[in-house]
């Protein structure tokens, strides 16, 4: 049996599975981690197949998904290289800053290799993914993998030289890190939790379903929402002038410098 098999149960294989599922994907999945509670979690959230052995989940592999950490990338590899690889095994790597070229020297023909950026909103479908694909694959099979992370959300194609822009930009974590900060503000000036979670996520997302759904630019939204000398117009220049925007450049550029560490370390 031939399978979409992920090597690593963590977080990320989590939101992606359960979100293969909510879209009604049938294919058998199968995942491999040395902890058996995390096979137990999802075989019993997510009907899939567990496998404690690497050897035989790298060799029922149609799709092979790598969802390690970075730094276990490099000894993952070299324990699959030993292993009896299918032939034109198509390889998607998850891991952040680990360029093509690391991936390739890993492991040879006949694997091919792509990068994807999965996003953990792909739990509910309303990810987004960035892939790039390296040398050797057939038009076919580019297009499978688009089709399996299509079903989890959007996808985007960009260059690997990109790829590390992209991942420290995307991250939902930037909308749950300022949830949490424009909440605990607003029950901090008197609102009760409960409405300072709702004022606050229309904020954010509502404000962002409307740049997306209509034929405004940002700047004229910006403009509309923040009259000038009015309540919005003095909150934000009031972060601005306290370093928001100093502060955004300086967190990405941060997480450039961790994907860098990650392919110096591989």
């Known amino acids: 049996m031939k399978a979409t098999v992920f090597l690593g149960g963590g977080r990320i294989t989590s939101a992606l599975v359960a979100g293969l599922r909510l879209a009604g994907y049938k294919q058998p999945i199968v995942v491999h981690d040395r902890h058996p509670q995390k096979l137990q979690k999802l075989e019993r959230e997510y009907d899939v197949l567990v496998q404690a052995s690497l050897r035989q989940s790298v060799e029922s592999a149609q799709l092979l998904i790598i969802a390690v950490r970075p730094d276990s990338v490099r000894e993952l590899l070299k324990e699959i290289a030993s292993f009896r690889i299918p032939q034109r095994l198509i390889a998607v790597s998850l891991a952040a800053g680990i360029p093509l070229t690391v991936l390739q020297d890993g492991l040879g023909l006949p ?4 990068r994807a950026m999965p996003s953990p909103v792909s739990r509910s479908g309303q990810g987004l993914t960035a892939l790039t694909f390296g040398r050797g694959l057939l038009s076919a099979e580019r297009g499978a993998v688009r089709e399996l992370f299509a079903m989890v959300g959007a996808v985007v194609e960009i260059p690997e030289k990109r ?5 420290v930009t995307y991250s939902s974590s930037h909308g749950f890190h300022a949830l949490a900060h424009l909440v605990r503000a607003a029950e901090e000036i008197g609102l009760d939790r409960k409405t300072a979670r709702l004022a606050a996520a229309h904020a954010l997302a509502d404000g962002i379903a409307a740049w997306r759904e209509g034929n405004l630019s940002l700047e004229q939204l910006l403009q509309e929402a923040a009259t000038p000398g009015g309540i919005a117009a003095a909150v934000i220049r009031s972060m ?6 100093r502060i955004v450049a300086k967190g990405l550029a941060a997480g450039i410098r961790r994907a860098s560490k990650n392919a110096a370390n591989r």
Not at 163 to 167: G, K, Q, S
Not at 240 to 245: C, F, K, R, T
Request: aromatic share 26%; net charge negative; no cysteine.
């Open 163 to 167: 790829f590390d822009a992209f991942t």
């Open 240 to 245: 601005d002038e306290a370093g928001y925007p």
């Open 111 to 114: 694997v091919r290799w792509v």
